[in-house]
């Protein structure tokens, strides 16, 4: 049986993981044949998105198919509410990596190289 600690959750948010909430999602998740591990990963992640939920899920595309993926998708949405941290954390997802961008790897060096010359 999977749990949350109480440390990770905060006080103001622990509401959004109880007891009721995490049974309810353990059952819909049954039809998909997940592992604990990509259970616990959704209930800390909540993935909500084909790309997000592709990464959570180990060979996804082959595991499921588009109309599976939707139900799962579905299934997340229904029983995980939205808590004030998964948008603060979609916001911070969808910003671009700006440093990672000046990395000066091969594509930004031949960029700068170009540039240059």
């Known amino acids: 049986s999977l749990s949350l ?8 948010t622990r509401h959004l993981k109880s007891p009721e909430i995490i049974a ?7 039809p998909f044949q997940l592992t604990k591990a990509e259970k616990l990963m959704i209930l800390n992640d909540r ?3 084909v790309p997000e939920v592709t ?3 180990e060979d996804c595309q082959e595991r499921f198919s588009d109309e599976t993926l939707a139900d799962l998708i579905r299934a997340i949405k229904e029983t ?7 948008a603060r954390n979609r916001t911070t997802a ?14 930004s060096g031949g960029a700068a190289a170009a540039a240059a010359a």
């Open 55 to 57: 990464l959570t899920i």
């Open 80 to 86: 995980l509410p939205e808590g004030p941290d998964t």
């Open 5 to 12: 600690s109480r440390a990770s959750s905060g006080e103001n």
């Open 47 to 49: 993935p909500v998105t």
């Open 94 to 107: 969808a910003a671009p990596a700006v440093p990672a961008a000046r990395g000066g790897g091969a594509q």
């Open 24 to 30: 309810n999602f353990l059952q819909k998740m049954l």
